[in-house]
């Protein structure tokens, strides 16, 4: 049951995944400021900071502070949802409490990686949390990452948290999506780029796609066809978008993404270890496919 004190939460609409640009080795704050006001003049919802597309996991706790403060500054007006993950409950307790007083629009937040708990024990981790937090909590169900499935049941249970205010739908089991759509309780968020069509007709409330680095007005117009119903015209916005987010996957996530995004001088085709450039033999191709030109 929600009380008086429960915060507002809508993540409608289109969020971008912000990757995290790096120059010798460092955070890039003047590219990253750039890319967040220049996609903030789109229309998208707001910006996902810290997650998997960000590369988190290579960043440390006063990196991950550093991106969020510079993402704010270039982007005062959205919403911002932060990315964490781990395993360890007590510490991902302390850095829920470190991050309260940012100016959260939410936290985005998986099953804990490697543990492989049962659903009594991810109702536990994902109340624990939200317990501790000041701002909304979006579920992240990405079981090929965490090693787990929340089970439908178990989203319906947590559902019932005050604090517990959404999805990230990468789950693979559009049963269970359509199940949390009619639920009511949740807002479902298209979290696999390739189902953003079908999770949005079905009544989803939004999207967070890292393929929306890339012709981002044509995906916000596609979330706003699907939301107004106008589906022949949304139909034929999203056939030329699903090239775009095959060849932005076709090598691990940010690889090819970083990899366009350096190409349009906006900056450097840099990743931390183990994540890898797309290898030379592929990014012509990939380029190509993408319709980017290789800026020398």
Not at 185 to 205: C, K, N, P, Y
Request: net charge neutral; proline share 7%; charged share 20%.
């Amino acid at each position: 049951m929600q009380d008086s004190h429960s915060p507002s939460a809508d993540f409608s609409g289109l969020w971008i995944p912000l990757v995290t640009p790096f120059r010798d080795h460092a955070v890039d704050h003047a590219a990253l400021a750039a890319l967040a006001e220049q996609l903030a003049a789109t229309g998208i919802a707001g910006f996902v900071v810290c997650g998997s597309t960000g590369e988190a996991a290579a960043l440390d706790e006063d990196e991950q502070l550093a991106v969020l403060a510079t993402v704010a500054r270039a982007a005062p007006s959205l919403p911002r949802i932060m990315g964490l993950s781990g395993y360890h409950l007590g510490k991902t307790l302390a850095w829920v409490r470190k991050l309260a007083g940012r100016d959260l629009a939410g936290l985005l937040v998986p099953a804990p990686n490697y543990i492989r708990p049962s659903q009594a024990g991810l109702v536990e981790w994902f109340g624990a949390i939200a317990d501790a937090g000041t701002a909304p909590l979006l579920v992240y169900d990405i079981p090929y990452r965490t090693g787990i499935a929340i089970e439908r049941e178990t989203l319906l249970a947590l559902a019932a948290h005050p604090r517990i205010r959404g999805i990230k739908d990468c789950g693979g089991d559009m049963a269970k999506t359509r199940a949390l759509i009619a639920d009511g309780r949740l807002q479902v968020l298209a979290g696999e780029d390739a189902q953003m069509f079908a999770t949005l007709a079905e009544g989803g409330a939004g999207a967070i796609a890292a393929s929306a680095h890339l012709r981002t007005e044509s995906f916000v117009q596609l979330l706003r066809l699907l939301a107004a119903g106008r589906l022949a015209e949304a139909r034929a916005a999203w056939r030329p978008l699903l090239p775009l987010i095959e060849a932005l996957f076709s090598d691990p996530n940010p690889g090819p993404l970083k990899a366009a995004l350096a190409a349009q001088g906006l900056m450097q085709d840099e990743l931390r270890s183990p994540m890898t450039r797309v290898p030379p033999e592929r990014l012509g191709r990939l380029l190509a496919a993408l319709g980017v030109v290789n800026r020398p």
